[in-house]
C-alpha cells in the first residue's frame, strides 16, 4: 500500500502520527479517522470483545472492520488495556498518540450498578490506571496519550488526571470533546446495551504525556516574546513551572539590559491556569522592571501569525484561548496601581 504523499488531518490527529485506539466499541471511531487520512497504515484499532461478540453485539462492527483492515489498519481483538504493552503485536510497537474514548468497566449487578456508587467508580479507576500505565510503555518520547470522558458527576470522580500522574503521567492539555468535530462516530453504551448511543453532555479530552518527554524549546522567544516556554515534561507539575519561570526570568534579565531607555518588553501568554501560576510580573519586578500595561491578545489582530508548539511537535498549531499581552519598561509608570498580579 502507498505511503502518504502529504498530511492529512482531523482535530487532533492527522497521518503521519502512530495511532493507536483502544476499547473501539463498533469502531467508528477509528472509521472517522482512517476515513480522514484515506489510508490507515499508521493506525492500530484494539478490542477486548472476540470476533463472534462484536457480530452478536454491534450492528455495524464487522463492516468497519473490515473497511479498517481495507485501509491498511490493524486490527486487533480480545486486547486487554491492562497488558496491552506486552501484547506480542504491540510489544515492540512505539506510538505518537495513544486514545480511549470514555472508558468504561462495564455495569456491576444488582445495588452495586449506579454510576455514583462507590464500588463502580473504583473498578473505573482501576480501569483507566491500568490503561495509563500501559500506554506510557509503549508512548514515543514525544507522543500523548489522550482519555476522552464526561466531566460532570458522578464520572468528574474518577479523577483521571490523578490516577495519570500516580503513573508518572502529567497533563499537558485539556480541550472540549465534540461529537461534531468527528463525523461517522457513533459513541457506544456497554454491557448488554452496546449498540446504543449514550447522551455525550459535557466532555473533556484529556491529554498526557511522559515526564521529561520534551526537549527545551523557546517559543519564538525575544524582546517581543508570544509564549516563552521551556518545552513540555507537564504542564502542571511544580517542577515543570520553575522551569518555564526561569526561562522567563532570564530572558527578562538579557532583555532589560538590550532594552532603550524608553523601550518596552513585551510577553503574550495564556492567563489561565497553569499558565497564572507562573507569576510573570512578578519575576519582570525581580529583574527590575515595571508593568506598564496589560492588553487583551487575539490571533486576529496579526494576519499571517501561526502560533506554534515546541520541540518534537513544532510545526502544529495550539489553542490559544485566554490570553494577554503584558507590557514592562525599566521605570516605574506615573500609576504605580498597574504594579499588581496576574
Given at each position: ?191 448488554w446495551i452496546c449498540d446504543q448511543p449514550f447522551p455525550v453532555g459535557m466532555c473533556i479530552t484529556f491529554k ?70 507562573w507569576n510573570i510580573v512578578t519575576l519582570a519586578l525581580e529583574a527590575g522592571l515595571f508593568l506598564v500595561d ?49
Open positions: 500500500m502507498e505511503a502518504f504523499s502529504f498530511e492529512r488531518q482531523i482535530k487532533h490527529y492527522n497521518s503521519y502520527q502512530k495511532i493507536l485506539l483502544v476499547g473501539e466499541g463498533d469502531f467508528s471511531f477509528a472509521v472517522c479517522l482512517a476515513r480522514a487520512f484515506d489510508l490507515a497504515v499508521n493506525m492500530f484499532v484494539t478490542s477486548l470483545d472476540s470476533r463472534e461478540s462484536l457480530m452478536l453485539n454491534y450492528s455495524k462492527a464487522m463492516s468497519k472492520v473490515m473497511e479498517l483492515e481495507a485501509r491498511g489498519c490493524k486490527v486487533l481483538l480480545e486486547v486487554d488495556v491492562h497488558s496491552m504493552s506486552q501484547h506480542p503485536f504491540l510489544i515492540s510497537e512505539r506510538f505518537d498518540r495513544i486514545i480511549y474514548n470514555f472508558p468504561h468497566v462495564g455495569y456491576l449487578h444488582g445495588p452495586f450498578s449506579a454510576e455514583c456508587n462507590g464500588f463502580q467508580n473504583r473498578f473505573h479507576q482501576d480501569l483507566i490506571r491500568g490503561f495509563l500505565q500501559n500506554a506510557s510503555q509503549i508512548l514515543t518520547a514525544i507522543g500523548e496519550i489522550h482519555v476522552t470522558h464526561k466531566t460532570t458527576f458522578p464520572f468528574s470522580e474518577q479523577k483521571i488526571v490523578e490516577l495519570a500522574q500516580e503513573v508518572g503521567l502529567y497533563l499537558v492539555h485539556e480541550e472540549h470533546f465534540s461529537l461534531l468535530d468527528y463525523p461517522a462516530y457513533e459513541n457506544k453504551r456497554g454491557a498526557f504525556a511522559k515526564l521529561h518527554s520534551y526537549t527545551t524549546s523557546g517559543f519564538n522567544l525575544g524582546i517581543t516574546a508570544p509564549g516563552p516556554w521551556s518545552g513540555y515534561s507537564g504542564i502542571i507539575g511544580p517542577h515543570m513551572q520553575w522551569s518555564h519561570q526561569n526561562l522567563v526570568r532570564a530572558y527578562f534579565k538579557s532583555a532589560r539590559e538590550m532594552l532603550t531607555e524608553t523601550g518596552e518588553v513585551h510577553v503574550t501568554h495564556k492567563t489561565t491556569y497553569p499558565f497564572s501560576e496589560v492588553e487583551s491578545f487575539s490571533l486576529w489582530n496579526y494576519p499571517g501569525y501561526q502560533n506554534k508548539r515546541g520541540a518534537g511537535i513544532c510545526d502544529q498549531t495550539f489553542p490559544v484561548g485566554k490570553s494577554s499581552t503584558f507590557k514592562f519598561s525599566k521605570y516605574l509608570p506615573v500609576s504605580s496601581s498597574m504594579v499588581r498580579e496576574y
